[in-house]
Structures are given as structure tokens and as C-alpha cells.
């Protein structure tokens, strides 16, 4: 008979043994520069969402459209040159390359932002807990 432990889940995270998420890239299992939690990233995603809009109202008259870009022109330049974007700041994260390069750089930034944008490869993640906006960019949200 199979048994729900047989099955598990994707919701249920890593399987026992196989250590923190993370822990194949190398990343710490916590402190700063271990992955990034969802109590993290959401309301880094919020804090930007809600700064784009602002910017969009001022330029653009809210336009969803224009936010949407500025969102995509702030998450390219922020975290080609900076490694985070102005959530990521506040809330203590920050974007790294796999590879331990500190510098993001725009091709990465603009691959990471374009399928940020397109939402489904942000909700769906791989088993080290990264988006797959991430896994197509080479990179890693991280605690500071």
C-alpha cells in the first residue's frame, strides 16, 4: 500500500536528510547568506510593487502598464548594479550569482527581471527554494 510518506509534497520542502534548502549551492543553512525566507521576499516584493506604483502615478497616471515597467527597469538596474532592489534593502536581502561572483551584471539582472514579470517561474521553485527566475538567471535571493 503507498503511504502519503511515499508521495510527500513540494509544500512539505526538502525531504528529511537531504539538509537545508540551500545547502547544494552552498549557501549557509541560516544567518546572512543563507536563502532567503518567504517572510522575506513577499514583503520585499510588496515595498517594490507599491514604490513602482508611486513612480507610475507621478509619470505615467498609474497607468498598470507603465508600473509594470518601471518595475522591470527598477529590478534590471538595482540588482545589476546593486545586487538588490529597494524591498530587498529594506527587508535585508539581496540577489548573488551561484557561482560567488558579487557582481549580478545586466544580462542576469534582465533575464531574473523579464521572468519575475511573468510571474509563474517566480512562484515555482526548485528544491534548493529558489524561483525559477532565479535558476534561469544563475542567481540566488540571500539574507544579508
Same mark, same amino acid.
Given at each position: 500500500?503507498?503511504?502519503? *510518506? =511515499? ?10 536528510? *537531504? /539538509? ?6 552552498? +549557501? ?6 543563507? +536563502?532567503?525566507?518567504?517572510?522575506? @521576499? ?5 515595498? *517594490? ?13 498609474? =497607468? ?17 548594479? +546593486? ?5 530587498? @534593502? ?5 540577489? @548573488?550569482?551561484? =557561482? ?11 533575464? @531574473? ?17 529558489? /524561483? +525559477?527566475? *532565479? ?10
Amino acid at each position: 500500500m503507498v503511504s502519503r *510518506d =511515499d508521495i510527500g509534497s513540494w509544500l512539505e520542502g526538502a525531504p528529511a536528510g *537531504d /539538509g537545508a534548502a540551500g545547502e547544494r549551492l552552498g +549557501l549557509p543553512p541560516e544567518g546572512p547568506g543563507s +536563502l532567503a525566507t518567504l517572510g522575506r @521576499r513577499i514583503p520585499a516584493l510588496f515595498v *517594490d510593487w507599491f514604490a513602482c506604483m508611486g513612480v507610475s502615478a507621478l509619470l505615467f497616471d498609474g =497607468d498598470a502598464a507603465a508600473t509594470l515597467l518601471v518595475f522591470l527597469v527598477e529590478n534590471v538596474l538595482l540588482v545589476a548594479f +546593486l545586487g538588490f532592489t529597494l524591498g530587498h @534593502r529594506v527587508l535585508g536581502i539581496g540577489v @548573488r550569482r551561484v =557561482d560567488g561572483a558579487t557582481f549580478v551584471g545586466p544580462l542576469r539582472a534582465a533575464v @531574473r527581471a523579464v521572468l519575475l514579470c511573468l510571474v509563474i517561474p517566480a512562484v515555482v521553485w526548485d528544491g534548493d527554494g529558489r /524561483g +525559477l527566475h *532565479d535558476r534561469g538567471a544563475g542567481t540566488v535571493l540571500v539574507r544579508r
